[in-house]
C-alpha cells in the first residue's frame, strides 16, 4: 500500500547537506489552512491533505526557522525537472484564472505545434475548477500539475494533469493523486536535489 510517509522519505534521501539543512524548517499545514482549502476544493485527495499536515509547501517557503525552495515532485518533462508543493493559500491564489482551456486558446484549438490537449480533459472546465497543486522549477509558469475533478467521460475523476508550456500541452499523469505518488516512489528522484551543489 502507498503512503505519502514513503514519498516523504525518498525525497529526503535525495537531498544534499544544503538542501537537508533547509528542509529542517519545513512546518505543517494548519487545520485553519486546510480547512480553507477543503472548503474551497472539498474533492482535494486525502493523501494531498496528508502531505500539506507535514509540509506546507516548499516553493520559496519562508517559515519561521528558514526559507525552504524544494522541489519534492516529478513529471514526464525530464527526470532532472522537479516541481515544488504549493502552500494551501498558494493553491487558493490559483482561483482566480477562471478561464477555460477552449477560451485560452480559443484560435488556436485543433493545432497540436500550438497546443494538444489530452481526450480525458475537458477544455470546457473554468481552470479554477482544478486544484493547483505544484509549480514547475522554472518560476513556476512553465509548468504545473492539477487535481482534474471534471473530466470528461474518457477521464477519472481526481486525476492529475501536467500543463507544459511552448508547445502548450495538458496530459494526464496518473488516475489519481496516490496513483501519481506510487509512479514517483518507483522513480529515481533525480528532480529533488541540486547536483552542482553536492
Known amino acids: 500500500m502507498i503512503d505519502i510517509d514513503t514519498h516523504i522519505h525518498k525525497v529526503e534521501s535525495a537531498l544534499n547537506e544544503e538542501e537537508r539543512s533547509a528542509w529542517a524548517a519545513i512546518r ?7 480547512a480553507r482549502l477543503l472548503e474551497a476544493y472539498p474533492q482535494c485527495p486525502a493523501m494531498l491533505v496528508d502531505l500539506l499536515r507535514k509540509i506546507g509547501g516548499t516553493y520559496h517557503r519562508r517559515y519561521p526557522d528558514g526559507y525552504v525552495a524544494q522541489p519534492i515532485f516529478g513529471s514526464d518533462v ?11 493559500d498558494d493553491m487558493l491564489d490559483e482561483r482566480r484564472y477562471a478561464d477555460t482551456i477552449a477560451e485560452r ?3 488556436f484549438m485543433g493545432q497540436p505545434d500550438i497546443i494538444d490537449v489530452a481526450p480525458e480533459i475537458d477544455i470546457h ?5 482544478w486544484l493547483c497543486f505544484a509549480h514547475c522549477i522554472n518560476n513556476g509558469g512553465t509548468s504545473m500539475l492539477y487535481i482534474d475533478v471534471t473530466p470528461t467521460d474518457k477521464g477519472t475523476v481526481g486525476q492529475v494533469v501536467r500543463y507544459l508550456h511552448d508547445p502548450d500541452s495538458y496530459i494526464v499523469l496518473a488516475s489519481s493523486f496516490p496513483a501519481y505518488i506510487a509512479q514517483l516512489i518507483e522513480g529515481d528522484y533525480g528532480y529533488v536535489s541540486d547536483e552542482d551543489d553536492e
Open 105 to 107: 486558446y480559443s484560435e
Open 125 to 129: 472546465t473554468p481552470m479554477n475548477q
Open 28 to 34: 505543517g499545514a494548519s487545520e485553519t489552512e486546510l
Open 78 to 88: 525530464g527526470e532532472d525537472f522537479g516541481y515544488y508543493l504549493l502552500s494551501c
